[in-house]
């Protein structure tokens, strides 16, 4: 199916040096140096990405965060892993003007996201987007991969393709004791993705970030949230993506109206599904159609 097998490139994970702390760079680095860090350590914090638009996110969102319940109603496994003193609130598009006019297609942002999804794929998703606000109280989340979404790449390792990546953005301070992101660095490397004894096993670190700031990283990289032992609400916005030819965890066509979608940039369309994919990329053909007409046409999005 995929052809990226380089057994040249597969460290073993005693070879791997995690660092201290996760590297930063500041907003406006080239790509290019942001990927490189990407490919090394697996992620990066980029400093005051959103810092300009934070406090107007978190105004709009404020009641509906204040109102929110914590924890999620499923499996007591999604429930364990969504955790029961957090709260997740999505359909953001439609929730909020600053994110779906300013930073669901922020152009610094993408030109880090697209180094890892344009690989494979000429378009991307956004997989999900969601305010995640971890209370006091709740404990560490379990260590994961956002690549197991796809459960069949964890056999591929770190030689299969960048199914999926992340951008955490720091809306609150984000600090170890507020349950700051907890990071394996490197672990995009180990040979062996189903090793759930090393990833219990290796120390983690904590993201610290400041508000406006975010984090990027890969899909492979073992992650979760820490555990809140402060007496403040951490809050974070993530923003996740995937390849044009994978379904995404939200189905935003349900959830946002036609009529806003219309007022969407063509790259916001993209990203949640008003527009069709073309992928001439390692060989491949147009997805997301009907009658094989391209969908912005079928949806009168350009007229």
């Not at 984000?174 to 062996?192: F, L, N």
Request: glycine share 8%; with cysteine.
């Amino acid at each position: 199916m995929f052809s990226f097998y380089r057994p040249e490139n597969i460290m073993l994970a005693s070879e791997i040096q995690a660092p201290a702390k996760m590297k930063e760079v500041p907003a406006g680095t080239a790509p290019e140096i942001v990927k490189s860090i990407i490919d090394e350590d697996g992620g990066v914090i980029i400093k005051g990405l959103f810092a300009a638009q934070v406090d107007r996110f978190n105004a709009e969102m404020e009641a509906t965060v204040a109102g929110w319940a914590a924890g999620y109603d499923g499996p007591e496994w999604m429930t364990e892993f969504a955790g029961k003193k957090t709260k997740r609130i999505t359909q953001l598009v439609r929730r909020s003007k600053t994110f779906r006019e300013e930073m669901i297609d922020h152009e610094i942002m993408l030109s880090y996201i697209d180094t890892l999804m344009l690989e494979t794929s000429d378009s991307y998703w956004m997989n999900a987007a969601q305010i995640i606000e971890i209370q006091p109280g709740e404990k560490q989340q379990f260590l994961h991969r956002d690549l197991e979404n796809y459960p069949v790449f964890r056999s591929y390792g770190p030689a299969g393709p960048e199914v999926m990546c992340n951008c955490i953005i720091a809306i609150s301070d984000y600090t170890e004791d507020m349950g700051a992101t907890r990071v394996i660095p490197g672990s995009h490397k180990w040979p062996d993705f189903n090793d759930r004894e090393r990833m219990d096993k290796t120390p983690s670190i904590p993201a610290v970030m400041e508000k406006g700031d975010a984090m990027i990283f890969s899909g492979k990289v073992v992650h979760g949230g820490g555990a809140n032992i402060s007496n403040r609400p951490r809050r974070a916005l993530t923003l996740a993506f995937c390849p044009g030819w994978l379904v995404p965890e939200e189905a935003y066509p349900f959830a946002i109206p036609l009529e806003m979608a219309r007022t969407l940039s063509k790259r916001a369309q993209q990203l949640t599904g008003f527009r069709s994919m073309h992928n001439q990329k390692m060989g491949g053909g147009t997805l997301w159609s009907l009658d094989y007409i391209e969908l912005a046409k079928v949806l009168e999005l350009d007229d």
